[in-house]
């Protein structure tokens, strides 16, 4: 996965990063690791390897954008604060925009590329 520095406060990344990725999964509700790796998989068609996915929670953590909540298990679940929930509007509407900018000017050629969906795996090498 490509490197990415972000260039303001609440900057998430592109669409499929995985800070993006886990905050839209938490905006459901709590989940411990597992099941945002599974919830991620099932919505986005991305499988975020262990490195990523707790990398990326290290640093959601520290951002302040999730906090660990309290479990009777090992499992530790996570869940979107009110300030993850700002920077996942904010780049939910920079998405938004993005894309109606993108459909215009495929519109404006006359070209609608075809996409097809596949997996991705993020942190993982093959």
Same mark, same amino acid.
């Given at each position: 996965?490509?490197k990415r ?40 068609? *991305? %499988? ?10 290290? +640093? !959601?953590?520290? #951002? =302040? ?26 780049? *939910? %509407? ?10 215009? +000017? !495929?519109?404006? #050629? =006359? ?16």
């Amino acid at each position: 996965m490509s490197k990415r520095t972000p260039n303001a406060a609440n900057d998430l990344g592109r669409h499929n990063e995985p800070a993006v990725l886990i905050l839209t999964s938490l905006a459901s509700g709590t989940k411990h690791g597992y099941a945002l790796t599974k919830d991620i998989e099932e919505f986005s068609g *991305v %499988a975020l390897g262990p490195g990523t996915l707790y990398g990326a929670i290290a +640093r !959601l953590e520290e #951002r =302040g954008f999730i906090a660990p909540t309290p479990s009777p298990d090992r499992r530790q679940p996570y869940r979107i604060t009110s300030n993850g929930r700002a920077a996942l509007a904010a780049a *939910v %509407a920079e998405m938004h925009l993005l894309a109606d900018e993108g459909a215009k +000017r !495929l519109r404006a #050629r =006359g070209s609608t590329p075809r996409l097809r969906a596949r997996p991705t795996i993020i942190g993982v090498t093959r």
